[in-house]
């Protein structure tokens, strides 16, 4: 333990080139967590609109094309701006080196180069809202080429974030390879960790894609070269098939940090070691490799021959097993247990919750006769929202409270951040769970207009967005306003090597690397081992 | 309450199947998780923080359970959705083939008669249909709820749809690949007819409808065909800002154009855009409409016209 007065992180250093031209990994972390804090709020804020839109059937409070300039804002910034790079790279950065037992990760200059492409990329992004795009998140060719709107310049500010997403991921798994402490062996690496890994993997692999395809958009939209144009010879499939190629792969990218943030909080308010961890580590391996393999479930309708559907829907039964193991594992680790409800905790649980009913409606799409009824209505969408809110944001919420103190060091008021997460989470399930009736009714997604017999459904969705709003509201009013006195280094006796140093950490983490000699997750009293 | 639309083709029990299969697991499943976390948490709740706890770190027996349980499960979803989808996308050799194109923002329905509709699909009961698809423009997706049928249609190649109508009534189509402003207004209705019912439709009943419809005054006629012919999906009536210029007090305005120029709108004027839609653009507007050449006949005109006289 460390008497010094040492500065720690927070205070070490004041102004802004203190921040912006920081190699501190923690730094880094917190100035990701701004950035995408904020573009989480705008697109939280188009999609609030778009809701309200619905309250009536026909025009509310704006037109058909402004709806569609809404939809498409908070899909594409939710997507490229806020989960992909999000926890990875917020939490990824904060904990990673924390976790491990290293000083920072292994190319800090990297890393901050990383994070002004991540600038960088959603400039060009707000730059393009000039003549905001209508195509949706996805830029389907050919609409997406014949539009007048900016979707090469949005599509460009996407490339840049690409860039910073894969320069992360070689990052964080090269910072895995080399610089774990000594006897921080593979089976003791924490399960964030695990998780940043394969998350790391699919990054470095699947984003490249992303890029060529964007590429090839520009090469058609400026040279009148016909890739995915029918006008022009090309095959407007072709441009699903690589967008889906990266955004499965993707997909993961945004939900595996947010199960490593999970597996973190469930042993620690347990007082229990998580249940099966190797079991935990391989399906996020398995995962990650899996996913590169069922893109094609996007396309069940789109005219792709009817083999390759079959094939894509065998695959992506095969990603449902481990993930279904996972859920179990976690479940499993309460079992016996000493069960704390704090804030994060109750995040975690209704994480378990929520992403098993994302999980089992995929059930619904992977089936192809029910998702030639499904496909693009509203069922997806409530499907995604459960994935990725319920699963990836709760995930990302539930690091928010956990690791406060140890960001910050500070605490915050509980009992305020827990009525935020009951209305959170009625207000979440109020808007969603309608949808999947709506999407089983056939009402189509990305629909400005709608038949009146929708109207009640479509209504109460609506109010669930004031319901979530306000619990929301309350969640960051709660942050933004710390108890007084300083956080313990280890409020929640925790074994974890990041709990194991002063909240805030000091600028270099660790006064000497330290050695273990124990598992991560050594809760409870050893009992004797049967076989 | 009903979360399923009617059921009106050979293929939507197939389907209805497979979701009921699908949320009766997933209802039980969910109940199972819910039920042991609520319990979990209540039993195990931290009564000191010296809670003594046992370190089961894994169960070999459980974890062979739990994998192999969801994949059995899964397995037989599979199979089903597979099995219906195969009897869907095969087409039986009675099938009767309709052309089907899709534009920004309509539906134009070829049938082997020489007849063409738009907007409103016309198919006998019982009957084997095959539609051939195909888009003028960007992506469509055709879609009839009813009969749990949905695919894609592009510009560069054809795609097809089958179905067997088991119910006789009128069935909404929407379009679901989303196409630009005016998707949620690219709407159609399938009329499920009985085979007697059709076949007056076969012989010429486009002329009988014309007949019914002549008691009416034309200025009703137009309000008919603008909604029959999908006028609606981009032009309002009630001085709304669309896709197109509103209709209401369009007839004997100044129209100013994209190229500076300007005409007043009499009956020639909207006659010239609704058959050469691209000869003159207002201004402010793309040049976004389909030529209604071939698809209207004079008299039709003639009404819509009256109609937009009668939108003061």
């Not at chain 1, 993930?323 to 905790?345: C, D, Q, R």
């Not at chain 1, 690091?399 to 989470?425: C, N, Q, S, T």
């Not at chain 2, 349980?69 to 996308?89: A, E, H, K, N, R």
């Not at chain 2, 039986?92 to 409103?120: C, H, M, R």
């Amino acid at each position: 333990m460390s008497q010094e007065q040492e500065k720690n992180y927070l205070e070490n250093g004041e102004g802004f080139a203190s921040w912006f031209f920081t190699v501190d990994h923690k730094r880094i972390g917190i100035m990701y967590l701004w950035a995408i804090g904020v573009f989480f709020i705008i697109a939280a804020i188009a999609s609030f609109l778009v809701r309200f839109e619905h309250l009536t059937p026909g025009q509310t409070i704006m037109t058909a094309h402004t709806y569609n300039v809404l939809f498409t804002l908070h899909g594409s910034m939710m997507v490229f701006l806020f989960i992909v790079p999000g926890v990875a790279a917020s939490f990824g950065n904060f904990l990673i080196p924390l976790m491990i037992g290293a000083k920072d990760v292994i190319f800090p200059k990297l890393n901050l180069y990383s994070f002004w492409l991540y600038l960088l990329g959603a400039a060009v992004f707000m730059i393009a809202l000039a003549a905001p795009a209508d195509t949706g998140w996805t830029f389907y060719t050919p609409y997406s080429i014949e539009s007048g709107a900016n979707v090469i310049l949005i599509t460009f500010g996407i490339f840049i974030l690409g860039f910073s997403s894969i320069l992360t991921g070689i990052n964080f798994i090269v910072t895995m390879h080399k610089l774990r402490a000594p006897g921080m062996t593979w089976d003791r690496l924490p399960l964030f960790c695990w998780a940043a890994y394969a998350t790391s993997l699919l990054q470095v692999l699947a984003t490249p894609v992303v890029g060529i395809t964007l590429l090839l958009l520009i090469g058609e939209r400026f040279f009148g070269l016909g890739f995915f144009d029918p006008a022009r010879g090309g095959d407007p499939v072709l441009f699903q098939h690589f967008f889906w190629f990266y955004s499965h792969p993707a997909v993961y990218i945004m939900i595996l940090p947010a199960m490593g943030i999970i597996s973190e909080v469930i042993p620690v308010f347990s007082r229990k070691p998580i249940f099966g961890y190797k079991a935990i580590a391989y399906a996020s391996l398995a995962i990650a490799l899996i996913s590169f393999l069922v893109w094609g479930h996007h396309m069940f309708v789109s005219g792709q021959s009817k083999l390759i559907n079959v094939i894509f829907s065998v695959i992506t039964y095969a990603v449902a097993v481990p993930t279904a193991i996972k859920v179990f594992n976690w479940l499993w680790t309460l079992y016996k247990g000493s069960i704390e409800l704090s804030t994060a905790m109750l995040y975690s649980l209704a994480f378990i919750f929520l992403f098993t009913i994302g999980g089992l409606t995929g059930l619904f799409l992977g089936a192809l006769a029910a998702d030639v009824h499904l496909h693009d209505t509203y069922f997806v969408v409530a499907h995604m929202h459960y994935v990725m809110i319920g699963g990836t944001v709760f995930g990302f919420f539930a690091a928010l409270h956990f690791w406060y103190p140890k960001m910050w060091g500070r605490m915050f008021d509980e009992f305020k951040a827990k009525i935020a997460f009951v209305l959170i989470f009625i207000g979440f399930n109020v808007i969603f769970f309608p949808q999947f009736i709506l999407g089983t009714l056939g009402m189509p997604r990305r629909y400005f207009n709608y038949a009146p017999e929708f109207q009640s459904l479509h209504q109460l969705s609506t109010y669930g967005t004031w319901i979530g709003a306000a619990g929301f509201i309350l969640m960051l009013w709660t942050l933004m306003r710390p108890l007084p006195g300083k956080a313990p280094g280890n409020p929640y006796r925790s074994l974890s090597l990041e709990w194991s140093m002063d909240s805030p950490p000091g600028t270099f983490n660790f006064d000497e690397i330290p050695t273990i000699t124990e598992p991560v997750y050594n809760y409870g009293t050893k009992i004797e081992e049967e076989s | 309450m009903n979360w399923l639309p009617v059921s009106a083709s050979t293929f939507a029990p197939g389907v209805d199947f497979v979701l009921w299969l699908v949320t009766i697991i997933s209802v039980i499943s969910c109940i199972l998780i819910g039920f042991l976390l609520v319990y979990f948490v209540i039993k195990y709740r931290r009564k000191s923080d010296n809670d003594q706890t046992p370190a089961i770190t894994h169960d070999s027996f459980l974890e062979t359970l739990w994998t192999v349980i969801p994949t059995i499960l899964c397995i037989v979803i599979f199979i089903y959705g597979y099995v219906f989808y195969d009897q869907y996308t095969t087409t039986p050799k009675n099938a009767v083939e309709i052309n089907v194109t899709a534009k920004q923002w309509l539906w134009t329905f070829d049938y082997s008669n020489g007849k063409k509709t738009l907007n409103e699909l016309y198919v006998p009961i019982g009957q084997p249909i095959r539609l051939v698809m195909q888009s003028d423009d960007v992506l469509h997706s055709f879609f009839v709820p009813a009969f749990r049928v949905k695919q894609d249609l592009m510009g560069n190649r054809y795609t097809y749809i089958n179905f067997t109508a088991t119910k006789e009534g009128v069935f909404d189509i929407y379009c679901t690949e989303y196409c630009g402003t005016a998707h949620s207004n690219m709407l159609g209705k399938v009329h499920v007819l009985s085979k007697e019912k059709f076949a007056s439709w076969e012989d010429g009943s486009a002329k009988k409808v014309q007949k019914a419809s002549s008691n009416l005054p034309p200025a009703e006629v137009g309000r008919q065909l603008y909604s029959d012919k999908g006028c609606v999906a981009c032009h309002s009536i009630d001085g709304a800002d669309g896709v197109g210029p509103t209709w209401k007090g369009l007839f004997g305005k100044n129209r100013i154009f994209a190229d500076g120029t300007s005409i007043l709108a009499d009956e020639n004027y909207i006659k010239e855009s609704i058959l050469y839609p691209g000869e003159k653009i207002v201004e402010g507007y793309g040049p976004v409409m389909p030529s209604y050449k071939g698809l209207l006949e004079d008299s039709d005109i003639t009404a819509i016209i009256e109609y937009i006289k009668s939108l003061k």
